[in-house]
């Protein structure tokens, strides 16, 4: 049984994620910086799924030193990673001329130096041919748009990560994917008066992160953009 590593697993497109490989018979490790609805969820997977591990971290991966130990409990845990997913993030709109204090450095924290400290601590531990990790930017790693501020410098930031970490880890036969969704209907647009059809949903992504991990290990899909069908908002 293979296992996989999901930050930020409990709303969005992590949720809809670590219910599709739970579903495909994966084990499953996953944090949240909410302790309820983490339990909740743990509780619910293992009553689906009694034949597979689930594991539930109540971690801010803003903060390194949380990040260090949830890695650990990993390592415990699992001893090999067939897959890591790096899709915790947060969106905090604002100019960068007309941004509060502390925005820059807190997008920053989550958006990609939590992708860099996990890899690094977790790296040892994908050992398998088919070891995989996949990124999840947005189509903002690659568009600017007023108003997107500090989002827009770390998610850019994130798909420049994901390009070095491809390069390096060539030798190693691990594979690296940047998936860029564009407008994904989640707690980011918690309040907008768009009609659901304008949107992508969570479990869009969570199938086409599937299809990725699922290629012939002689293949990868480098860089993954996704857009609603009729287009940006």
């Not at 400290?117 to 568009?143: D, G, M, V």
Request: glycine residues 8%; proline residues 4%; aromatic residues 10%.
């Amino acid at each position: 049984m293979k296992n996989v590593v999901v930050t930020g697993g409990t709303k969005g497109i992590g949720l809809a994620t670590v219910k599709l490989f739970a579903a495909g018979g994966f084990n499953i490790a996953f944090s949240a910086r909410s302790t309820k609805p983490l339990e909740k969820l743990v509780i619910k997977l293992r009553e689906d799924y009694p034949k597979q591990q689930f594991f539930g971290f109540s971690a801010d991966m803003s903060v390194k030193e949380e990040v260090a130990i949830f890695a650990q409990k990993i390592i415990q845990k699992f001893k090999i990673v067939d897959l890591l997913i790096n899709n915790v993030g947060i969106f905090e709109p604002g100019g960068i001329s007309t941004e509060a204090e502390g925005v820059f450095e807190r997008q920053i924290a989550t958006n990609v130096a939590s992708a860099y400290y996990i890899t690094r601590a977790l790296l040892p531990n994908l050992k398998n041919k088919k070891s995989h990790i996949i990124n999840i930017c947005s189509t903002a790693s690659f568009t600017p748009y007023v108003n997107g501020g500090s989002y827009c410098i770390s998610k850019f930031a994130l798909l420049g990560f994901g390009k070095v970490l491809r390069e390096e880890l060539k030798p190693r036969g691990i594979r690296v994917t940047n998936v860029m969704p564009g407008a994904t209907l989640t707690n980011s647009w918690a309040g907008t008066d768009m009609p659901r059809s304008r949107f992508m949903q969570a479990t869009d992504v969570a199938k086409a992160i599937w299809d990725v991990y699922h290629l012939p290990a002689t293949t990868v899909i480098e860089d993954l953009i996704m857009r609603p069908m009729e287009g940006d908002i």
